[in-house]
Nanobody, 124 residues
Framework: QVQLVESGGGLVQAGGSLRLSCAAS????????MGWFRQAPGKEREFVGT???????YYADSVKGRFTISRDNAKNTVYLQMNSLKPDDTAVYFC??????????????????WGQGTQVTVSS
């Protein structure tokens, strides 16, 4: 059974940093493009960024320059480094996997597998 398990969320002050991890199992992780999304209360799930199997990345404008996605295919893990956090970044963060090989994969419906999410709260 495919599993994606996020970790690393928590409470941080504005301007601070967090690193989220997403550990994958039971599928060929290195062949999938991995994405990060977030969902704030009362809002739709929002694209954050993607990374292809060879490391090409693409980010939403709202996080570009502050967030960095990386992956370690040997560990079946994808990371989301978040710097200069703002209160508007408060949300549940989800990782997801898609068989799409291109880097621009921004819609929820294009993803095949999802994690359960991890809460990130940024205080002002």
């Amino acid at each position: 059974q495919v599993q994606l398990v996020e970790s690393g969320g928590g409470l941080v002050q504005a301007g601070g940093s967090l690193r989220l991890s997403c550990a994958a199992s039971e599928f060929t992780f290195s062949s999938y493009t991995m994405g990060w999304f977030r969902q704030a209360p009362g809002k739709e799930r929002e694209f954050v960024g993607t990374i292809t199997w060879i490391g090409n990345t693409y980010y939403a404008d709202s996080v570009k320059g502050r967030f960095t996605i990386s992956r370690d295919n040997a560990k079946n893990t994808v990371y989301l480094q978040m710097n200069s956090l703002k209160p508007d970044d408060t949300a549940v963060y989800f990782c997801a996997a898609t068989v799409q090989i291109r880097v621009v994969v921004t819609t929820v419906g294009e993803y095949d597998y999802w994690g359960q999410g991890t809460q990130v709260t940024v205080s002002s």
